[in-house]
Nanobody
Framework: QVQLVESGGRLVQAGGSLRLSCVAS????????MGWFRQPPGKEREFVAA????????AYADSVKGRFTISRDNAENTAYLQMDSLKPEDTAIYYC???????????????WGQGTQVTVSS
């Protein structure tokens, strides 16, 4: 089992920045690719970004490319999502997730955090 705890979500103005953190415990963190997903109000959960076990390969949704950056620190068992140039449409609950593979992917994540709320005001 892997336990994931997100933090860093809050209310921010459009154009601002936030960094979300996801701390993992329970298993060897570097065995898992990590991903960030979000669920906007009234919509389904969607993929945001993913990173492989070494932190070299990444993937992003088109809607966040060039604005968001995913990273990880295996020594600290932590994944991050740096969000810049935030827009009101980025408002959502953000979840981090881990998959039973070291390879980056946009689907097939087994472990999920409880989510952190990000609200972007216009």
């Amino acid at each position: 089992q892997v336990q994931l705890v997100e933090s860093g979500g809050r209310l921010v103005q459009a154009g601002g920045s936030l960094r979300l953190s996801c701390v993992a415990s329970g298993r060897t963190f570097s065995n898992y690719a990590m991903g960030w997903f979000r669920q906007p109000p009234g919509k389904e959960r969607e993929f945001v970004a993913a990173i492989n076990w070494r932190g070299i390969n990444t993937a992003y949704a088109d809607s966040v490319k060039g604005r968001f950056t995913i990273s990880r620190d295996n020594a600290e068992n932590t994944a991050y999502l740096q969000m810049d140039s935030l827009k009101p449409e980025d408002t959502a609950i953000y979840y981090c997730a881990a998959r039973n593979s070291p390879l980056v992917a946009t689907t097939s994540y087994k472990y999920w955090g409880q989510g952190t709320q990000v609200t972007v005001s216009s």
